[in-house]
């Protein structure tokens, strides 16, 4: 078993993810994993890293499969004792004039963005060693969602006492009103993308409370980001950003020294702390 820190970037063979793996490459002292659902264009990301002089290491995931993430799972114990760094940057979203029905974009939306990156933090987050950190790439779409929901929902968002079954249940729900086309009369935003993020915002403060209660000695921070408008596939060109410069936030919350107390539970943009 090797005693080298291992970092791990979901969905990183392009845009921000790969951004991110060429930071940490640059900033991380261990090996650094590349993931992607396709291992051609996995490895071709990781040989493009290499014409950089960085050097990534290339592991199959696909957050929608869970024999995937437990795969992932079985061979980090086996080769490094666990994890260091975990940033859940896999996501999806419809483009805006994308015509395929309201009911199969929140489906399908959901089922990556927050049951997918669910299930990477049910068979992820034990491993996690003390001192490590998590970092659930979220968005700023997420806030604005949340405005975009009835009182009563925006209530349960911000609980300080919701739990992960709750909040699984509020996610299922989203999914079956909109099948039956009542997303809206219930205090739904018209936003599946965004609905996904609250959910992804949501999750990081339960599990950070978790890790409080069960693993305070443990120092792990573990925070939700967004980072920003960047120019990506999913994005577009007009974005504001860089890939590079959307990765600063989520790096900077994968890199917090060990003897930082915080940010843990938080919501950050532009590397600063908002309010949610």
Not at 24 to 46: H, I, M, N, W
Request: aromatic share 6%.
């Amino acid at each position: 078993m090797s005693n080298v820190p291992v970092a791990v970037v979901t969905g990183s063979n392009k845009g921000i993810g790969f951004a991110i793996v060429r930071a940490l490459c640059k900033q991380f002292p261990g090996d650094v994993y590349l993931t992607a659902r396709d291992s051609g264009r996995g490895q071709e990301a990781v040989a493009k890293l290499q014409e950089e002089g960085l050097h990534a290491l290339f592991h199959q995931l696909d957050i929608d499969d869970l024999q995937s993430i437990r795969a992932l799972r079985d061979f980090l114990k086996e080769k490094y004792g666990g994890l260091n760094v975990l940033v859940n940057n896999a996501g999806i979203a419809f483009k805006v004039h994308d015509t395929t029905p309201f009911a199969v974009q929140a489906e399908v939306t959901l089922k990556t963005n927050f049951f997918g990156t669910r299930n990477v933090c049910t068979e992820l987050l034990p491993l996690v060693k003390p001192y490590g950190r998590v970092v659930n790439v979220s968005s700023m779409v997420s806030s604005s969602a949340l405005g975009g929901c009835s009182r009563e929902l925006q209530q349960k968002f911000r609980s300080d006492t919701i739990t992960e079954d709750e909040l699984v249940e509020l996610m299922t729900k989203f999914v079956e009103d909109t099948k039956k086309s009542v997303h809206e009369k219930e205090g739904w935003p018209n936003t599946a993308y965004g609905v996904s993020k609250i959910g992804v915002t949501v999750l990081s403060r339960i599990q950070a409370r978790m890790l409080n209660e069960k693993r305070k000695g443990d120092h792990i921070l573990l925070n939700a980001c967004c980072p920003g408008w960047v120019r990506t596939d999913m994005a577009g060109p007009k974005a504001t950003k860089s890939p590079d410069e959307g990765a600063e936030t989520p790096v900077y919350l994968a890199l917090l020294p060990s003897d930082a107390d915080g940010p843990h539970g938080q919501f950050l943009s532009n590397k600063t702390v908002r309010s949610w």
